[in-house]
């Protein structure tokens, strides 16, 4: 069961999860897979800001990132949590491949990657993925016509021909990785 396996694989309580939807608590199961101490890129990023009184923009609020969550059916989200459950060897090395392959800033082996690995995903990959990106662009043009952006999104949304990166290109910007 996946209160047995979170207690023993991972010593987490389910009874700290019963409010979760099955899709957060995943989110949740893969930092536990690295066992050790996580950063926050988020919250690195807004310390900056903050600290150089830059402005701050989101490009979604959480209500509407809570609602493409919930567009997938619960029934999805558990059997997706369950896999990972499931397969939490082969989950964990999948997860340290892609981490790896952020950190070279390989965007087109990490695009294959999430392709490969996509989690089940399948059908629900343009709403969580490219029908976001897609949106966000008109708002980034906005923002960067007025001054110099710096720009922070998920690493699923990088690469791929419906990806942050390619859709900027294709509106003619250069686009540099920050080491």
Known sequence: SLSRFLKDSLEMNIADYTRTKPLLLGGVLLQNMLRCETASYELYFLMMAMTNSSSISGLETVQEQAGFMDSIPYKKQAEMLLQSMREFSKSKKDLQELIHLYKTQDVQALQAGFE????????????????????????????????????????????????????????????????
Do not use: C
């Open 116 to 179: 490969e690995k996509d989690g089940g995903l399948g059908d629900f990959q343009p709403l969580l993925l490219s029908d976001r990106n897609k949106r966000w662009i008109p708002q980034l043009e906005k923002y960067m016509k007025t001054e110099p952006t710096f720009i922070a999104v998920g690493a699923g949304h990088l690469g791929g021909k419906e990806g942050v990166l390619q859709l900027l290109r294709d509106k003619g910007y250069v686009v540099v990785g920050v080491k």
